[in-house]
């Protein structure tokens, strides 16, 4: 059993314990060990939380129990989040955390101090919430150099940049919007001045070119100065506008940014929407590599810190871990002719070929295209679908599943 003690009970942090808890079985099943949280560090109570008996206003309580071996930071602000940081891994505690102001301004220290006592400090959470890019810029890039990052790295200004020019909902309400699902920072300038993104920039740089930068010391811009009119040039040059962070080596030295970009609607970063964050790394070897998912809000970022917390207790005894596979027997197979999905069919055109469509799959909408007569279905099974398209009496000219 490895024991774990959240430190911050808000957004994240409850949502670390609820990873843990709803998906107790699959970490089992992943890691072959039983994770749970011990002890919860909060101002408050919370009596109707199936976690309130675990809190505690004692960190020190925490910080003594010798049973607890990963402690997970998510209280934000640097103090005491730092303090309390710094003291676990003094204590021989391995740390996770979502908190990139932390990360930002003291992960050198902290990297140092976790390495000369035997324990490990991990911030795969820090940086676009769920997505994996952490690990992966250690890990799996470590074969190469990296030239560019390009990033949309923050889900509340992305949201509302993406409410405001496709929804036309006022900045206000957009972000107020934000704040309710949970996405935006306790003092929201930290995101729409852009100084949220500069942390994840700086921790993306540090990981790319080895230097961690201030946050305070780059140049930072946020989304408040974009107007309405910005934008209808960038449409009208077939581009997007968003907050993006920046970093590339220039020389010997390390240029990281957070400025609003037009990006061309060619570039895998303009279909960036809503709370999704995107991170383009631009690698000697690889070429560009994208990274997408979303960036922001309570159970993404959550199994973002339990990530870390498994990748800990997996590795506890030193052992790497390894995926374990068995062959499948033939029971294992699922049955395809069960399997439903929406399909695109296309039929060829012919006398009342609409009532027809209509009379054997309902009130679809139907294109004509040419020769065809097309339209997207509802779930149907193999089967169904089958006798559907021949109920038309119709020629089938193609079925397409949906994704
Ligand atoms: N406020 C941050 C965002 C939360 O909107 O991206 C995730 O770091």
């Known amino acids: 059993m490895v024991q774990v003690a959240i430190l911050g009970f808000g957004v994240v942090g409850s949502g670390a314990a609820e990873v843990l808890a709803d998906n107790r079985r699959v970490i089992e099943k992943n890691i072959g060990k039983t994770v749970a949280v011990k002890r919860i560090l909060d101002l408050r109570d919370f009596p109707n939380s199936p976690f309130g008996h675990l809190v505690t206003h004692d960190f020190g309580e925490i910080l003594a129990d010798k049973e607890i071996s990963i402690v997970a930071e998510m209280m934000g602000g640097s103090h005491p989040a730092y303090d309390f940081t710094k003291a676990c891994l003094e204590a021989g505690k391995s740390v996770v955390t979502?908190?990139?102001?932390?990360?930002?301004?003291?992960?050198?220290?902290?990297?140092?101090?976790?390495?000369?006592?035997?324990?490990?400090?991990?911030?795969?959470?820090?940086?676009?919430?769920?997505?994996?890019?952490?690990?992966?810029?250690?890990?799996?890039?470590?074969?190469?150099?990296?030239?560019?990052?390009?990033?949309?790295?923050?889900?509340?200004?992305?949201?509302?940049?993406?409410?405001?020019?496709?929804?036309?909902?006022?900045?206000?309400?957009?972000?107020?919007?934000?704040r309710a699902k949970g996405y935006a920072e306790a003092n929201p300038a930290a995101d729409v001045e852009g100084l949220d993104a500069a942390r994840k920039i700086v921790i993306l740089a540090a990981l790319a070119f080895g230097k961690l930068l201030s946050p305070d010391a780059i140049h930072c811009e946020g989304i408040t100065k974009l107007t309405s009119e910005d934008v209808a040039v960038a449409r009208a040059l077939g581009c997007s506008v968003k907050l993006i962070g920046h970093t590339r080596r220039v020389g010997e030295r390390v240029l990281a940014m957070v400025s609003p970009r037009m990006i061309p609607c060619s570039n895998p970063l303009a279909g960036v929407s809503d709370v999704f964050n995107g991170i383009l790394v631009d690698a000697n070897m690889l070429g560009e590599c994208m990274f997408y998912g979303k960036g922001a809000g309570k159970l993404p970022?959550?199994?973002?810190?339990?990530?870390?917390?498994?990748?800990?207790?997996?590795?506890?005894?030193?052992?790497?871990?390894?995926?374990?596979?068995?062959p499948a027997t033939e029971a294992d197979y699922a049955?395809?002719?069960?399997?439903?999905t929406r399909s695109c069919f296309s039929f060829v055109t012919a006398a009342d070929a609409e009532a027809k469509i209509r009379a054997a799959f309902g009130a679809v909408q139907t294109v004509k295209v040419g020769e065809r007569i097309a339209f997207i279905s509802d779930e149907m099974s193999e089967a169904e679908a089958e006798a559907a398209a021949a109920k038309t009496g119709l020629t089938l000219a193609s079925r397409i599943r949906m994704i």
């Open 98 to 178: 979502s908190n990139k102001e932390v990360v930002a301004r003291f992960g050198a220290e902290l990297l140092e101090i976790a390495a000369a006592n035997g324990v490990r400090y991990l911030f795969e959470a820090s940086v676009g919430g769920g997505i994996p890019i952490i690990r992966p810029m250690i890990n799996d890039l470590a074969s190469n150099e990296i030239r560019t990052v390009n990033g949309i790295l923050n889900g509340t200004t992305n949201y509302i940049l993406t409410q405001m020019f496709e929804n036309g909902v006022s900045f206000e309400g957009a972000l107020a919007d934000a």
């Open 301 to 326: 970022t959550a199994s973002a810190v339990v990530a870390d917390i498994i990748d800990i207790a997996a590795h506890e005894n030193g052992v790497e871990r390894a995926p374990v596979f068995v």
């Open 335 to 340: 049955d395809f002719a069960s399997y439903r």
